[in-house]
């Protein structure tokens, strides 16, 4: 086996990013599908205070955003980041928004319960998301009280969100497993496990660019550590079978550099590119970065590519709003810049 293929799990290349969420509802209001106007901006106030008021120091690394006086592109481009969901950034109703200034935690507030504490670090970092998330809620609950059941938990909107409140997901490359049409039988394993996938943006979105979000079901009658465990334990079965994936496509490795070299010739010099070719051709040459076959290329390149490169994103870099098309040939041009294509 080739030794980039060996030391892709030490480097996290397969794992591009981990993240826990916790919901959370106050006990004083109703929860958000039925509060009222006024109802709304109390329970944003009152997280607000909870968590800018205090007197612990990450009050001093979280800032408030008025997400409802937000324009829809810069909403656009907190979801393409993972900060926030679809559901959130394009609710008419009262919201509100607390974000670290790294971007690694995000308060939701008057999304689908009345907060979300989530945590977001690159490459396999569970442990240290719980450690985060963790934090924020227990300086939150010094000041507000949650609904609470002894007997089912934390109480929460949907149903499966019952107990811990806890979602534990993990956002991974499998490109070999999908290209020698593996990723079947995997996601088989991982369901009969209480594992669910879903797309590159959560639950009924599409998979591109071969990234999957692996994520556990059910958060009722399991402590946060076992969920953390577990999800741990699964993130690392699936990397083993990515990288054993990988070295038989090693196998060909003529058959494979050729569909690695075409896709970054293509993707560092043509003039346009949809967002999903794109993402593909992203899938494609991060490959053969960690398989050491494509060289001299910064991996953080590739990691800012697939963010800037999104819709929202793109316009953001250029400070205009643009058409599909204009988008295709800006998202084209902004590539042969970053990776210096003719």
């Not at 800018?52 to 324009?71: A, C």
């Not at 043509?270 to 490959?287: G, H, Q």
């Not at 800006?330 to 590539?335: G, H, N, S």
Request: with cysteine; charged share 25%.
């Amino acid at each position: 086996m080739e030794d980039s293929v060996k030391k892709s799990r030490g480097e996290s290349g397969i794992v591009v990013s981990s993240r826990v969420r916790l919901a959370r509802n106050c006990v004083d209001y109703p929860f958000p599908p039925k509060l009222s106007i006024d109802e709304a901006i109390k329970v944003v106030d009152t997280f607000k205070s909870a968590v800018i008021n205090s007197k612990n120091t990450l009050s001093e690394k979280l800032f408030f955003v008025d997400s409802t006086k937000m324009l829809p592109l810069e909403k656009a481009c907190l979801v393409e980041k993972h900060l926030v969901s679809r559901d959130f950034a394009f609710k008419r109703e009262i919201t509100g928004l607390l974000m670290s200034e790294d971007e690694t935690v995000s308060l939701m507030i008057n999304e689908e319960d009345h907060l979300r504490i989530q945590s977001i670090l690159g490459g396999l970092q569970i442990s240290k998301c719980w450690e985060n998330c963790n934090l924020v809620d227990n300086i939150i609950e010094e000041n507000v009280e949650y609904a609470y059941s002894d007997e089912l938990g934390y109480l929460t909107s949907c149903p499966t969100n019952i107990g811990t409140g806890m979602r534990v997901s993990i956002m991974v490359h499998l490109p070999a497993l999908t290209i020698l049409g593996y990723l079947r039988n995997v996601i088989d394993t991982v369901n009969k496990l209480g594992i669910t996938i879903r797309g590159l943006y959560g639950e009924g979105s599409d998979f591109m660019g071969n990234l999957y979000q692996f994520s556990n079901q059910i958060s009722l009658g399991q402590p946060e550590d076992e969920i953390i465990t577990k999800t741990e334990v699964i993130a690392q079965r699936i990397i083993e079978q990515e990288e054993l994936a990988r070295e038989k496509l090693m196998d060909e490795r003529l058959q494979l550099e050729d569909r690695l070299f075409r896709s970054y010739g293509v993707f560092s010099n043509a003039r346009i590119l949809s967002s999903n070719e794109c993402m593909n051709m992203l899938s494609d040459v991060r490959l053969g970065i960690e398989l050491g076959i494509i060289k001299n290329i910064n991996m953080e390149v590739i990691n800012e590519l697939m963010v800037v490169t999104q819709p929202a994103n793109l316009q953001k870099h250029y400070q205009n709003i643009l058409t599909p098309v204009e988008r295709d040939i800006k998202r084209a041009e902004l590539i042969r810049e970053k990776l210096g294509g003719i």
